[in-house]
T-cell receptor
């Protein structure tokens, strides 16, 4: 399958700082990217959907000013957690899909964020 | 009530046994159903993708969808220790659009 690379795999930051997570599609053009958050022993929860060149669409309850999503190119999307707090500690996963009505969405390896 | 319910387990089976996993859901608009495998601290990997009701087989894996009961299953035959992982069901109303995931079932296959 196609490769989606997510970086960093783990990050620890201090409370109040911002953290940027990158999601890259390595061998295809990702017209749509999804960002998920997963708490321990819970399901992946969709945070937002972004289409290349457009503003992201956020799910209900997700603060768009706190979780900044940029999808400026067909191979890169970034999620920035601004003014992070310990309750933002979680596993963040992106997925990307190419153009087309029936193209699979491939997942990145995930980023473990710990805010201390 | 969650849209997708999945028993978190853990489910422990001996090597060679059949692993039986299932999810129930409440939204009758779901048309596409997936099963993912997720190893610890890794991203999910797609195992099976099915559309509407019916069975689908791929190697040791069989996926079943019963839309009338809003119930999906995944069976793993001849289980191996390498099958030890968390298995997530997911579903969506429109192909590869917004996916609704179950909580995942942790499976442990003991040698």
């Amino acid at each position: 399958g196609a490769v989606v690379s997510q970086h960093p795999s783990r990050v620890i930051c201090k409370s109040g700082t911002s953290v940027k997570i990158e999601c890259r599609s390595l061998d295809f053009q990702a017209t749509t990217m999804f960002w998920y958050r997963q708490f321990p022993k819970q399901s992946l929860m969709l945070m937002a959907t972004s289409n290349e060149g457009s503003k992201a669409t956020y799910e209900q309850g997700v603060e768009k000013d706190k979780f900044l999503i940029n999808h400026a190119s067909l191979t890169l999307s970034t999620l920035t957690v601004t003014s992070a707090h310990p309750e933002d500690s979680s596993f963040y996963i992106c997925s990307a899909r190419a153009r087309g009505s029936n193209t699979e969405a491939f997942f990145g390896q995930g980023t473990r964020l710990t805010v201390v | 009530q969650k849209e997708v319910e999945q028993d978190p387990g853990p489910l422990s089976v001996p090597e060679g046994a059949i692993v039986s996993l299932n999810c129930t859901y409440s939204n009758s608009a779901f048309q596409y159903f997936m099963w993912y495998r997720q190893y610890s601290r890794k991203g999910p990997e797609l195992l099976m993708y099915t559309y509407s009701s019916g069975n689908k087989e791929d190697g040791r894996f069989t996926a079943q969808v019963d839309k009338s009961s809003k119930y999906i299953s995944l069976f793993i035959r001849d289980s191996q220790p390498s099958d030890s992982a968390t298995y997530l069901c997911a579903m969506t109303t429109d192909s590869w659009g917004k996916l609704q995931f179950g909580a995942g079932t942790q499976v442990v296959v003991t040698p």
